[in-house]
Nanobody, 122 residues
Framework: QVQLVESGGGLVQPGGSLKLSCAAS???????MGWYRQAPGKQRELVAA???????KYVDSVKGRFTISRDNAKNTVYLQMNSLKPEDTAVYYC?????????????????WGQGTQVTVSS
């Protein structure tokens, strides 16, 4: 069973930065990977995705502020978040993305990690 371990969240003031990490099971480097987030009372959404070759996609609300990257040798995916806003507050999760990231937001794996809480507040 795939394991996904997210870390790097915390409390930050508006305008601040955080870098999230996702340590995934060996073999996941072959998959497109994504960062999802779920705010209280809202559905989980895909905010950024990256193919195995490094092509990326972002939801409009984070474009220009978030950067997704990956280190395939370490089976790790990162999310650099800059210029954070209170509306970015959520639990952030990683998962593989099913199919073409430009056509799909669906997660591939049925199981999720514990997520990492990001709170943006003054």
């Amino acid at each position: 069973q795939v394991q996904l371990v997210e870390s790097g969240g915390g409390l930050v003031q508006p305008g601040g930065s955080l870098k999230l990490s996702c340590a995934a099971s060996p073999g996941t480097s072959a998959y497109a990977m994504g960062w999802y987030r779920q705010a209280p009372g809202k559905q989980r959404e895909l905010v950024a995705a990256i193919t195995s070759g490094g092509r990326t996609k972002y939801v409009d609300s984070v474009k220009g502020r978030f950067t997704i990257s990956r280190d395939n040798a370490k089976n790790t995916v990162y999310l650099q978040m800059n210029s954070l806003k209170p509306e970015d507050t959520a639990v952030y999760y990683c998962n593989a993305v099913r199919g073409d990231i430009y056509r799909s937001n669906w997660p591939l794996f049925g199981s999720w990690g514990q997520g990492t809480q990001v709170t943006v507040s003054s």
